[in-house]
């Protein structure tokens, strides 16, 4: 493929041609739909004596808000967090308020960061993957459970390592979610 001026290779991925354009649903449903199926992986038969397998619902929500900032609405963590109350075994509310305050708290970091790259976003989903699960084992502790911080850290630990290959996962759906399909009419 040449180049032509400013043009990038692949960069003619998405523009319409005739009778071919992005779909509007498309482009919009496929975040909401791959976070709420990552809230049903509670439902797998996964027997562990000990959580760890990591929040994938969560670890979506992060990753599609840092890697397409205008995609989700701030408001997004109440519907989503619901759904996810409902399968997790958490305490109701805490996905609720926990993802609200997640996307709020995201929504602060890029006001204040203009630019970022590969490890700010590492970071700021390490520290915001801590906060979730500590606080989430917190609520289920004064819901009855009990208190002992060193279960979460395999989850933990998996959810670090986990996070950048879910994010070529969310690259790839979002090239999906803006491919071009058949316009009839």
């Given at each position: 493929?040449?180049?032509?001026?400013?043009?990038?290779?692949?960069?003619?991925?998405?523009?319409?041609?005739?009778?071919?354009a992005?779909?509007?649903?498309?482009?919009?449903?496929?975040?909401?739909?791959?976070?709420?199926?990552?809230?049903?992986?509670?439902l797998?038969?996964v027997?562990?004596?000990?959580?760890?397998?990591p929040?994938?619902?969560y670890?979506f929500?992060?990753?599609?808000?840092?890697?397409?900032?205008?995609?989700?609405?701030?408001?997004?963590?109440?519907?989503?967090?619901?759904?996810?109350?409902?399968?997790?075994?958490?305490?109701?509310?805490?996905?609720?308020?926990?993802?609200?305050?997640?996307?709020?708290?995201?929504?602060?970091?890029?006001?204040w960061?203009?630019?970022?790259?590969f490890?700010?976003d590492?970071?700021?989903?390490?520290?915001?993957?801590?906060?979730?699960?500590?606080?989430?084992?917190?609520?289920?502790?004064?819901?009855?459970?009990?208190?002992?911080?060193?279960?979460?850290?395999?989850?933990?630990?998996?959810?670090?390592?986990?996070?950048?290959?879910?994010?070529?996962?969310?690259?790839?759906?979002?090239?999906?979610?803006?491919?071009?399909?058949?316009?009839?009419?």
């Amino acid at each position: 493929m040449s180049l032509g001026g400013d043009r990038l290779p692949g960069s003619d991925l998405f523009t319409r041609r005739i009778n071919r354009a992005p779909s509007l649903l498309l482009a919009t449903a496929v975040p909401w739909i791959v976070i709420a199926l990552a809230s049903l992986m509670p439902l797998s038969p996964v027997i562990a004596s000990a959580p760890v397998l990591p929040p994938l619902a969560y670890l979506f929500l992060i990753g599609w808000r840092l890697l397409r900032p205008g995609l989700l609405p701030l408001w997004a963590g109440a519907p989503l967090g619901l759904i996810d109350d409902l399968y997790s075994g958490q305490p109701f509310g805490s996905a609720i308020l926990l993802w609200s305050l997640t996307m709020i708290g995201i929504e602060l970091i890029d006001g204040w960061l203009r630019w970022r790259g590969f490890w700010q976003d590492w970071l700021v989903a390490m520290v915001l993957i801590t906060a979730y699960l500590f606080l989430g084992h917190v609520f289920a502790a004064i819901a009855g459970g009990r208190f002992d911080p060193g279960l979460i850290v395999p989850q933990l630990l998996i959810s670090f390592i986990a996070f950048p290959l879910l994010t070529r996962v969310i690259a790839i759906l979002d090239i999906l979610r803006l491919a071009r399909i058949r316009v009839l009419g």
